[in-house]
């Protein structure tokens, strides 16, 4: 649809407001992402509020980082990779990418949102960070850092999202904004690879290498997002510019298919090595592969993949890699827990997790924020300008 978009913070909350009485594709996803984030919250701050924390199946006998962490890497990451997507064209000069880059900046925002969102219901009391920070430095955790860049890269992802929505998308301060943001989220993300490698008395987060597999895996998550909101707003090819039909044509699947392609090579290479070694505390990748979403993530991937050599459109494909990747975030994070840390003295075998109504109710909840705030872009933010208009 053709819009009046809004020039004030007034104006965008009218539109706002009317998107509840209107009838097209964002509108109908804005009423449905907003009764679901309204449901959402209500049930999570009732059972907080009666809880506690309780509420979450977690604890420090147990399981530590529950399902709540799963989304906060899932979602960081892929705030990752769309800033990948965008940078494309604002970092790298492939102007091919334009036409979807403010777009995937603006999801980038969303997406980190949410993961932030997840964690601070996690952490129980976040607002004490605003003090404990800045009065307990803590220079030698990657868990320090880790915060603060990715803090950096939200301030400097909206001040690039001011720019280009002012029009301003090539100028000096410009193109420095979407250096420095990439810089800084490339940096944030090897913090937060840095936060699992690093810990050796957990053997299969532990390794050098994990940084670098966050990223390729964030670069798929970010190109499948990306994909998968470009189609939600146009609704299908035929309706596209003729520009954006190009790129989902052309550049976008071909791109998207050798980084699943290499995502595949080091996800197999993990799991052998893994089900190989005689490592203690390896032994998780015995019950990984003997369980039913193991082989799911696999054949969503391999299936992806197969539909993208064949030349298909790149929309189920990329639903295909978004399931696969969340499973595989599941996995990495509970079962790199599951085994006790002095095994043998007091749990005999693998810890058992199973997240809690809450937890799923808080997946959803991010899930929400993140097509709520889309829809409220597409209607008061005009995210497919680009600099050819």
């Known amino acids: 649809m053709n819009f009046t978009y809004p020039k004030t913070v ?3 909350f009218s539109a706002a407001f009317k998107m509840f009485g209107e009838n097209y594709r964002a509108a109908n996803v804005w009423r449905l992402s907003v009764a679901a984030l309204a449901a959402t919250l209500a049930f999570v701050f009732y059972k907080l509020l009666t809880e506690g924390h309780a509420t979450f199946n977690t604890g420090s006998d147990g399981i530590t980082w529950g399902l709540l962490v799963v989304v906060y890497a899932f979602f960081v990451l892929t705030s ?11 970092v790298f000069g492939f102007k091919e990418f334009y036409p979807i ?51 950096a890269y939200l301030v400097f992802l909206l001040l690039k999202f001011q720019k280009v929505s002012g029009g301003d998308w090539t100028s000096g301060t410009s193109k420095a904004l979407g250096i420095i943001s990439f810089g ?22 532990f390794g050098p290498l994990i940084p670098v597999y966050f990223l390729l895996t964030a670069a798929l998550s970010g190109a499948a997002f990306a ?46 090595i893994g089900l190989w070694s005689n490592i203690d505390g390896l032994q998780v990748w015995g019950h990984v592969v003997h369980t039913s979403w193991f082989w799911i993530e696999m054949a969503l991937m391999f299936g992806a993949f197969a539909m993208l ?18 499973i595989g975030r ?34 959803v909840m991010s899930f929400a924020i993140v097509f709520a705030g889309w829809a409220f872009g597409e209607r008061t933010l005009n995210l497919g300008a680009s600099p050819q208009d």
């Open 309 to 326: 050599l064949m030349g298909g459109g790149a929309l189920f494909p990329a639903l295909m890699v978004i399931a696969a990747l969340f």
């Open 10 to 12: 007034s104006e965008a």
């Open 184 to 205: 800084t989220v490339v940096i944030a993300h090897g913090m937060l690879g840095g936060l699992f490698g690093a810990i050796a008395i957990r053997p299969m987060w």
């Open 101 to 151: 880059a403010k777009r995937c900046i603006w999801v980038a925002v969303l997406t980190l949102l949410a993961g932030f969102a997840a964690l601070a219901l996690e952490l129980g009391h976040p607002f004490r960070m605003l003090w404990a920070v800045p009065l307990g430095v803590q220079t030698h955790s990657p868990m320090f850092w880790m915060g603060v860049f990715y803090s």
């Open 227 to 272: 994909i998968m909101i470009t189609y939600l707003t146009y609704g299908g090819e035929q309706a596209m510019p003729d520009k954006v039909r190009s790129l989902m044509r052309g550049a976008m699947p071909k791109a998207f298919a050798a980084v699943l392609g290499i995502v595949l090579v080091a996800t197999l290479s993990r799991t052998g």
């Open 80 to 90: 990752t990779g769309l800033t990948f997507v965008a940078s494309m064209a604002m």
């Open 330 to 363: 599941y996995e990495f994070v509970i079962g790199g827990q599951m085994v006790p840390l002095f095994k043998g003295t007091w749990v005999p075998g693998l810890i058992e997790y199973a997240p809690s109504m809450t937890e799923w109710m808080i997946v």
